[in-house]
């Protein structure tokens, strides 16, 4: 395991924190404008892959178990019946990546009290799309952003890349004292969305995924004036852990036509067998004792297999399903639309923060959730 090291006191005594406690200051959540009901995106699916469901007819069972009941898209429904190639997408995925990462920005900064001026870095993480210059360039002159400010693009992280965002904007706040780091997960799923190929793949993917994105507003202690709010959130320890030999479990292909998705139907059984080991190690290192999880909600089986991995009681991840049945899965942006609505529902105490993503990888973090927890949450 590939460990963020800090001292483990850093999570397993609050009161006593070393060297620096960084304070999630701020999270706001974004959603595009069009709202995809599960039924009709499976009528959809149906038409555009007649043949597939006349060769794997169990297909239809996909969009009635995905736990599923709307996701939004920066394109209405009937976009996705007519072919799109690499050059439309990506105009797509500029557009309405570049609004939602202004839309889900700016509430985060309102909310901390913040300018755009105010901000020393930003890290940008987005997978389904490629934008060079990167999101937060192009918006940087909308956003108010100053001249000198530190560009941190994060891209091919996946579904991971919402907790590693997060642990790589702590450790960046964390290494300069009294900076804010802004750190913005923008993710268009749907824009991948492939009429042309028809692998089981594809209509699982037409099943589950969406768009969002969310903005974090992050500052470590100067420890001269107490400018970070550390008894709502504190960030801690990190780690990462990679299988080898796993890179046909999830990723991008790469054509003409677009990204296609590599998605193994293995993914719950992996899971299942393969977390629980890097995950108590993660929770030993930090002391944390029956800590709370936020985790990723990859889809209603992988939700399963998460609880069946970590020893939690079936059914218990009541947010993770919440944001899945109401969202879908936004790649790196889902877990943050958890961690938004357990803190509204008033989550409090140690807590790891999980995902996986392609690699294969696991992201965690530790964090300590304070009596303002609910505070940091714009829109509350």
């Known amino acids: 395991?590939?460990?963020?090291?800090?001292?483990?006191?850093?999570?397993?005594?609050?009161?006593?924190?070393?060297?620096?406690?960084?304070?999630?200051?701020?999270?706001?959540?974004?959603?595009?404008?069009?709202?995809?009901?599960?039924?009709?995106?499976?009528?959809?699916?149906?038409?555009?892959?007649?043949?597939?469901?006349?060769?794997?007819?169990?297909?239809?069972?996909?969009?009635?178990?995905?736990?599923?009941?709307q996701r939004q898209s920066v394109r209405p429904l009937e976009w996705f019946e007519a072919p799109h190639d690499f050059a439309e997408r990506g105009e797509v995925y500029l557009d309405g990546a570049s609004r939602l990462f202004v839309k889900a920005a700016r509430e985060a900064l309102d909310h901390a009290a913040?300018?755009?001026?105010?901000?020393?870095?930003?890290?940008?993480?987005?997978?389904?799309?490629?934008?060079?210059?990167?999101?937060?360039?192009?918006?940087?002159?909308?956003?108010?952003?100053?001249?000198?400010?530190?560009?941190?693009?994060?891209?091919?992280?996946?579904?991971?890349?919402?907790?590693?965002?997060?642990?790589?904007?702590?450790?960046?706040?964390?290494?300069?004292?009294?900076?804010?780091?802004?750190?913005v997960v923008v993710e268009l799923c749907t824009v991948a969305f492939r009429s042309d190929r028809g692998f089981k793949a594809d209509i699982i993917s037409s099943a589950l995924f969406g768009d969002g994105a969310a903005a974090m507003v992050l500052r470590a202690d100067s420890g001269r004036?107490?400018?970070?709010?550390?008894?709502?959130?504190?960030?801690?320890?990190?780690?990462?852990?990679?299988?080898?030999?796993?890179?046909?479990?999830?990723?991008?292909?790469?054509?003409?036509?677009?990204?296609?998705?590599?998605?193994?139907?293995?993914?719950?059984?992996?899971?299942?067998?393969?977390?629980?080991?890097?995950?108590?190690?993660?929770?030993?290192?930090?002391?944390?004792?029956?800590p709370n999880y936020v985790l990723h909600p990859g889809g209603a089986k992988v939700l399963d297999a998460l609880e069946a991995a970590l020893q939690l009681q079936s059914g218990s991840l009541l947010d993770e399903r919440a944001v899945l049945r109401a969202h879908g899965n936004m790649s790196a942006a889902t877990v943050m639309f958890v961690l938004a609505s357990a803190l509204r529902r008033g989550l409090r105490g140690p807590t790891v923060m999980a995902a996986m993503g392609p690699g294969f990888t696991a992201t965690f973090m530790a964090c300590q959730i304070g009596a303002k927890g609910k505070a940091v949450v714009a829109g509350v």
């Not at 060079?132 to 192009?138: F, H, I």
């Not at 504190?234 to 292909?253: E, K």
């Not at 193994?264 to 290192?285: D, G, I, T, Y």
């Open 225 to 290: 004036d107490g400018d970070a709010d550390v008894d709502a959130i504190r960030l801690g320890v990190s780690a990462d852990h990679t299988w080898p030999g796993s890179l046909d479990i999830m990723g991008w292909t790469v054509d003409p036509t677009g990204l296609g998705v590599v998605l193994s139907r293995s993914v719950p059984h992996f899971v299942e067998k393969q977390l629980p080991e890097p995950a108590r190690r993660f929770v030993e290192m930090t002391g944390f004792e029956a």
């Open 1 to 69: 395991m590939n460990v963020h090291t800090l001292p483990r006191s850093f999570v397993a005594e609050p009161e006593a924190l070393e060297p620096l406690p960084v304070g999630l200051l701020s999270l706001a959540t974004a959603a595009p404008p069009y709202r995809l009901a599960q039924d009709d995106v499976a009528r959809l699916a149906r038409r555009v892959y007649a043949r597939a469901f006349e060769r794997f007819p169990n297909l239809n069972d996909v969009f009635v178990n995905a736990g599923i009941e």
């Open 114 to 183: 913040l300018r755009a001026e105010d901000i020393d870095v930003v890290v940008t993480v987005s997978s389904t799309g490629i934008a060079t210059p990167s999101l937060e360039a192009r918006v940087a002159t909308e956003m108010g952003f100053r001249p000198n400010i530190m560009r941190v693009p994060l891209f091919g992280l996946g579904c991971a890349g919402g907790v590693s965002g997060l642990a790589i904007g702590a450790r960046l706040a964390r290494a300069h004292p009294g900076e804010t780091v802004l750190v």
